[in-house]
């Protein structure tokens, strides 16, 4: 009987590399190509811009491939147990860094019944890193980064979302990659443009002093050096009249959502609660403002989200709830609710009534406060989206303050030099093209 030889691709264009592992695989058996599914790549690598499917008759289309299977985990473990394939071959690549965990596993695996791994040298060339940069560039791009939150609502059973307020936050959001207790890497899907971060970040109270014109600055630091979808965080909208502008600019810098809460006149941040002053919009006001937007919208992959603030201002469960149906009704595409208790009992209730409603449109949840709930538990109840709203900024504000105080106790840099990351680690940070 002719042997296996098993490979996993996940590329949405086929280039010398890909061709040389065909080749390769050829000398020990029948081919076999695994195509990691949407769910799987987007935890893994990059989001996939051609769907699962034009991807697995693109592989198809190799010379010298004999089938295609769908691989739905990241470690191999389904197509393992499924085929027992005699040889996987791969990139040498997979030796060093985050992915060298994936080739531990598989190789436990395979060794098991006798399986081989093969290493193939990576192929290294001005080819390959061209199409590798054209793939990131094109992710990169308002039509395809813009309609990327709606297929990540599709693809994943919650969209993990952290806050950015400049190039180097977003980097953060956009490279930290993890390998998980479960052995799977993992890392954020998408980015929050937080008002009060970006505020906060320019020296500025939370209350849209920050313009506009401003904020949409920070969103062009991010978009620059960035590809993951970005959720706007646009305060009340402003006036009906501008927020219908302000919609049309944010569709165009290739934003795929924009969150406005149903509060008027000077606006305070939310987890002040009760003890500022801070008005409530009425049903009507705020839903005309959002079937305004959505009459504005050019695109179709624009989402406009409605947040109710009837817990932070304690007017309870049935108003909000009344809220969330009308904002709906008048073409919110997703509802966020906010609470500002730490016990996430009103989150879940919330959750648990709406869905016993409408079981489909979008719930965005921000746990700053009620942090003890996890992303698979706020899931259960039917949330599709967490923002993680502050937490870096939050993390970078202390750290910075103690080192500033440390410098003038001491009169010296040396004290603090051990907490500091390298020279060499900062000049070599920002990779240059
Ligand atoms: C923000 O991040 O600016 C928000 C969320 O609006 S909260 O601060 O919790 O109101
Ligand atoms: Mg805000």
């Known amino acids: 009987m002719s042997k296996t030889a098993y490979t ?10 890909h061709l ?29 811009t051609v769907p699962e499917k034009d991807r697995i008759e693109m592989y198809n289309n190799i010379e010298g491939v004999d089938s295609v299977v769908l691989q739905n985990d990241m470690l191999y473990d389904d197509v393992i147990e499924k085929l027992h394939p005699d040889y996987i071959i791969h990139g040498d690549n997979w030796t060093k860094g985050v992915e060298s965990a994936i080739r531990s596993h598989v190789e436990k695996l395979v060794s098991a019944y006798g399986g ?33 939150l709606r297929q990540l609502i599709e693809m994943t059973p919650v969209v993990k979302v952290m806050e950015a307020h400049s190039g180097l936050t977003g980097l953060i ?18 980015m929050w443009i937080s008002s009060l971060c970006d505020s906060t970040a320019k020296g500025k109270p939370d209350i849209e002093l920050v313009d506009m014109t401003s904020r949409f600055r920070t969103i062009e ?26 919609v049309r600019s944010l569709e165009r810098l290739g934003v795929s959502a924009v969150i406005i809460e149903d509060k008027k006149g000077l606006k305070k941040n939310s987890l002040f609660g009760t003890e500022v002053e801070q008005t409530q919009a009425t049903i009507e006001e705020m839903s005309d403002k959002i079937t305004a937007g959505k009459k504005a919208q050019l695109t179709d992959d624009f989402m406009i ?3 109710i603030e009837s817990l932070i201002l304690e007017k309870g469960m049935d108003d909000a709830l009344e809220r969330a149906f ?3 009704e008048a073409g919110a595409d997703g509802i966020m609710i906010h ?21 489909t449109t979008p719930i965005v949840v921000v746990p700053s406060s009620f942090n003890v709930i996890t992303e698979d538990e706020l899931a259960a109840h039917g949330v599709n989206i967490v923002i993680y709203a502050n937490q870096l900024t939050r993390s970078a504000f202390p750290a910075m303050q103690q080192t500033a105080m440390d410098i003038l106790k001491y009169h010296r840099a040396k004290e603090v030099d051990d907490r500091l990351m390298s020279i060499k680690d900062i000049i070599t940070l920002i990779d240059e093209i």
């Open 8 to 17: 996993c691709f996940s590329t949405d264009v086929i280039h010398a590399g």
């Open 20 to 48: 040389n592992i065909i080749k390769e695989a050829q000398k020990y058996g029948k081919v076999v190509v695994g195509c990691l599914s949407d769910k799987a790549s987007i935890r893994y690598n990059r989001f996939p």
């Open 116 to 148: 081989q791994i093969i290493d193939v040298p990576y192929t290294y060339n001005e080819e390959v890193s061209k199409i590798d940069l054209q793939l990131k560039e094109r992710l990169s791009m308002p039509e395809y980064r813009r309609k990327r």
């Open 173 to 190: 959001v956009e490279k930290t990659v993890i390998e998980g207790d479960n052995g799977k890497l993992d890392q954020f899907d998408a």
């Open 221 to 246: 630091d991010i978009t620059e050096v960035t590809t993951k979808p970005i959720i706007f965080d646009g305060d009340t909208g402003g006036l009906t009249e501008h927020f219908v502008y302000t």
């Open 305 to 307: 989200i409605a947040r």
């Open 326 to 328: 009308a904002f709906v």
């Open 339 to 359: 609470s500002r208790k730490k016990d996430p009992a009103e989150i879940v209730e919330f959750c648990d009534k709406f869905r016993a409603k409408d079981k």
